[in-house]
């Protein structure tokens, strides 16, 4: 077992996104600094690992900073790619969009969700107009329960969409940071 571990929250330095947590001894945070990569400390396989070996994503440091009593790391980074072994931008996603993930992954033939990728991103796209008409019109003549129904039927397509794309929600976020400045 490794000596003293200590949390390390990565970060990214573009965006502020906390990305990731993992472990570091003092031999994972010497070869963080020594080589400009991150290295943690695997508890569960007990042994030192460089993020990005094997997927290939990783993380070039720009600052490690201690917190006050130096029992913590935040490591500030710039990313090679998706921090989380799922593909996604950051480990700590959204429930729902880790839910469609799964289901993808599952490649169960029942699923919606699969279904809905498998159609591709036009089908996707008429499912996301019809949702958002029916949260308009539901706005406008309804009780709440059924706008929080259109809602979340709206929300869940527009993932749905999103990942027909291939893209990440962490891009819409980022893009709503950027208007924001």
Not at 54 to 64: D, Y
Not at 80 to 106: N, V, Y
């Amino acid at each position: 077992m490794a000596e003293e571990l200590r949390a390390a929250i990565i970060q990214d330095d573009a965006t502020g996104r906390v990305l990731m947590l993992g472990w570091m001894d003092e031999e994972a945070l010497a070869l963080t600094r020594s080589s400009g990569l991150v290295h943690f400390f695997s508890r569960s396989r007990q042994r030192l690992w460089k993020k990005g070996e094997t997927s290939g994503n990783s993380f070039h440091v720009v600052e490690v900073l201690p917190d006050c009593d130096d029992d913590a790391l935040l490591v500030r980074v710039n990313a090679d790619g998706p921090a989380c072994h799922d593909g996604s931008t950051s480990c700590f996603t959204p429930w729902l969009w880790r839910k469609i993930l799964q289901r993808e992954a599952s490649g169960d033939p029942e699923s919606y969700v699969v279904n809905q990728l498998t159609a591709g991103t036009s089908q996707t796209a008429r499912k996301v107009g019809e949702e958002s008409v029916e949260l308009v019109v539901a706005s406008l003549s309804e009780d709440d329960d059924r706008v929080v129904s259109e809602a979340a039927d709206l929300w869940f397509h527009q993932l749905l969409l999103l990942r027909s794309r291939g893209l990440d929600p962490a891009a819409v976020e980022d893009e709503l940071r950027r208007r924001e400045r």
